[in-house]
């Protein structure tokens, strides 16, 4: 999992970045308009969290400045209907903490406002979304992150990003045995190589 891009900025695009890491490599970043905003201009060194989404025809490296804007970007795209990109324009609409509490609100115009979000999408994330956001000491919303509980849910997000389809992951998964993330991914591995 590539969970940190750390580089010198090569380019800088309004949807994305290219990082030239210390081996010489660059690493294509799609960015929300927030993100994008923190990024520092070419030839300067910036450090990225990100995510990587393996789909049939693709790799998709996504970057973000934050672990909190990252984490919402993960719920946004385990809702129905939300792609990568719809993510990254819902982050573009502002900082994660103020997206949070459109969220806890239940704010659904916050979100038809971002482009390619209509009312049912935005009726849709909010439904799913608001219960996983909380009030933390101070009052403001956080975002909870649930599924670094399941180790299966782990194991899952690793094989996906190794490069497997969604069924054949679930399907190796299903015959894995172990208690954690770990032990389930190489059993899984292991079935693959047979």
């Known amino acids: 999992m590539i969970a940190l891009v750390a580089g010198d900025v090569v380019v800088r695009r309004p949807d994305h970045v290219v990082l030239e890491t210390s081996g010489g490599v660059g690493y294509r970043l799609a960015v929300s308009a927030e993100t994008l905003r923190q990024v520092p201009a070419v030839g300067r060194p910036v450090s990225l969290h990100s995510h990587l989404v393996a789909r049939d025809d693709a790799l998709a490296l996504y970057g973000f400045a934050t672990e909190e804007e990252r984490d919402l970007f993960l719920l946004l795209i ?21 997206l949070v509490g459109a969220l806890a609100a239940g704010d ?17 994330i909010v439904a799913e979304l608001r219960e996983k956001v909380a009030p933390t000491i101070d009052g403001e919303p956080a975002i909870v992150v ?8 782990i194991a899952r997000d690793g094989l996906l990003e190794l490069g497997f389809p969604p069924g054949e992951a679930e399907s190796l998964l299903a015959v894995a045995e172990g208690e954690s993330a770990e032990e389930l991914l190489q059993s899984a591995l292991r079935a693959a190589r047979r």
């Open 78 to 98: 385990a809702v129905q209907g939300v792609g990568p990109k719809v993510a990254l324009a819902v982050l573009g609409a502002g900082p994660p903490r103020e």
């Open 146 to 153: 649930t599924r670094g509980d399941d180790p299966r849910r």
């Open 108 to 124: 659904t115009g916050r979100l038809q406002a971002v482009p390619g979000i209509g009312r049912r999408i935005a009726e849709r």
